[in-house]
Nanobody
């Protein structure tokens, strides 16, 4: 199984930006569709974005389109989520996931432990 470890979260002021990373242990990382989700206190897990195996295609939830950008570097076995124009409502634990399917209908098999993003004011 592939191990996923998120990093890059932290405390940021409203309007600021962060770049979240998700490092995978699997050397065949490029076989996986990758995705990002988040979960705020008292809420369910929310879909954010997916990216195809070679990074050529991306799919975003409408709520974050234009503010969040997913990317991947298969040589580094890493997927990223650039989060811009953050507001307090973006405060959540952010999770990456790996699996098959399609970017529109993924089937995730593996999940990371999450990285916390806290937006002040």
């Amino acid at each position: 199984q592939v191990q996923l470890v998120e990093s890059g979260g932290g405390l940021v002021q409203a309007g600021g930006s962060l770049r979240l990373s998700c490092a995978a242990s699997e050397r065949t990382f490029s076989r996986y569709i990758m995705g990002w989700f988040r979960q705020a206190p008292g809420k369910g897990r929310e879909f954010l974005a997916t990216i195809s195996r070679n990074g050529a295609r991306k799919y975003y939830d409408d709520s974050v389109k234009g503010r969040f950008t997913i990317s991947r570097d298969n040589a580094k076995n890493t997927v990223y989520l650039q989060v811009n124009s953050l507001n307090v409502e973006d405060t959540a634990a952010y999770y990456c996931a790996a699996g098959g399917g399609t970017i529109e209908a993924p089937a995730f098999d593996y999940w990371g432990q999450g990285t916390q993003v806290t937006v002040s004011s």
